[in-house]
């Protein structure tokens, strides 16, 4: 089992429309949890951090952790086609620790 | 992104060639990490650096691959006698702190395309 899952996808939504992507953590010791988006032949930047329990919303984007049931999802609204790429999670133990990443999500937003 | 930059671009070498991929971050940043990305996968781990303590290599995959940092400056990955299955993206990090106690980041460089015939 990896330590980090995601469904690769790819996750086709119509634009306009919101995208939902789920990660879940097999290590009960990862404290904080990051989104990247990754464009095609790009390196990955960050969208979003969540370092507690709850909702965390960012402009379009709403990232969501649980702890107890180790899942952490990110929601994009207003989906718009400059969003299709690739979006990876990445949890992490401590400050300042490596990142131990998810496989990634396939999103394609249709026009 | 935040002030990183990686060398080369891309990279062709062949098999059992040793290649030298280099991290070369704006001053300031006492935290540095390596990753490797396969084609159509998340990231792996490979080594962290943080100021003059000893280097975590916790992620190597194996004795052929090294790194070296001095201080905060320039970071080189070594790969000796490369495989086929070395051919990936190489990424750099730097840690960025956050407005507050555990909120730090990692923002990563362009990265190295490495392929190995």
């Known amino acids: 089992q990896k330590e980090v899952e995601q469904n690769s996808g790819p996750l086709s939504v119509p634009e306009g429309a919101i995208a939902s992507l789920n990660c879940t953590y097999s290590?009960?010791?990862?404290?904080?949890f990051f989104w990247y988006r990754q464009y095609s032949g790009k390196s990955p930047e960050l969208i979003m951090s969540?370092?507690?329990?709850g909702d965390k919303e960012d402009g379009r984007f709403t990232a969501q952790l649980n702890k107890a049931s180790q899942y952490v999802s990110l929601l994009i609204r207003d989906s718009q086609p400059s969003d299709s790429a690739t979006y990876l999670c990445?949890?992490?133990?401590?400050?300042?620790?490596?990142?131990?990443f998810g496989g990634g999500t396939r999103v394609l937003v249709k026009p | 992104g935040a002030g990183v930059s990686q060398s080369p671009s891309n990279k062709v070498t062949e098999k059992g060639k040793d290649v030298e991929l280099r991290c070369d971050p704006i001053?300031?940043?006492?935290?540095l990490y390596w990753y490797r990305q396969r084609l159509g996968q998340g990231l792996e781990f490979l080594i962290y650096?943080?100021?003059?303590?000893?280097?975590?290599k916790s992620g190597l995959p194996s004795d052929r691959f090294s790194a070296e940092r001095t201080g905060e400056s320039v970071s080189t990955l070594t790969i000796q006698r490369t495989q086929q299955e070395d051919s990936a993206v190489y990424l750099c990090?730097?840690?960025?702190?956050?407005?507050?106690?555990?909120?730090?980041?990692?923002?990563f460089g362009p990265g190295t395309r490495l392929t190995v015939l």
């Open positions: 290590d009960r010791g990862s404290q904080s």
């Open positions: 650096f943080q100021g003059n303590s000893a280097p975590d």
């Open positions: 990445a949890g992490r133990r401590a400050a300042g620790n490596k990142l131990t």
């Open positions: 990090a730097l840690r960025v702190a956050g407005l507050s106690k555990g909120t730090d980041t990692q923002y």
């Open positions: 969540i370092y507690s329990n």
């Open positions: 001053s300031g940043h006492t935290a």
